[in-house]
């Protein structure tokens, strides 16, 4: 499966940007997916996963309340609400397909996109 991230952009703290990640292939709802970010000098790290059928989600600490992962398998497309940002949140945002639900480590994803920049200014 490939995937494609975009939705990124430069938004001030507070604000909120919706990330969108497309896939190609009939496959799509056999994959967990999540999102990781990586902010630079930093490792990358878990954001959120979801379920195949989307009726599950599990989300970092560092997100929860704020941030809300969802899927629509018909349009083969996941998104990643962010609210309230923080300039914490600045990094590269990747989505990520998977089978195992819930894997926080990054090695456990097959597939991955591209990466879209949200830069969130103080």
């Known amino acids: 499966v490939q995937l494609q991230a975009s939705g990124g952009g430069l938004v001030q703290a507070g604000g909120s940007l919706r990330l969108s990640c497309a896939a190609s292939?009939?496959?799509?709802?056999?994959?967990?997916m999540g999102w990781f970010r990586q902010a630079p000098g930093k490792e990358r790290e878990f954001v959120a996963a979801?379920?195949?059928?989307?009726?599950?989600?599990y989300y970092a600490d560092s997100v929860k309340g704020r941030f809300t992962m969802s899927r629509d398998n018909a349009k083969n497309t996941v998104y990643l609400q962010m609210n309230s940002l923080k300039p914490e949140d600045t990094a590269v945002y990747y989505c990520?397909?998977?089978?195992?639900?819930?894997?926080?480590?990054?090695?456990?994803?097959?597939?991955w996109g591209q990466g879209t920049l949200v830069t969130v200014s103080s």
């Open positions: 990520a397909a998977g089978q195992i639900f819930v894997a926080t480590a990054g090695r456990s994803y097959d597939y």
């Open positions: 979801i379920s195949r059928s989307g009726g599950s989600t």
């Open positions: 292939g009939r496959t799509f709802s056999s994959y967990v």
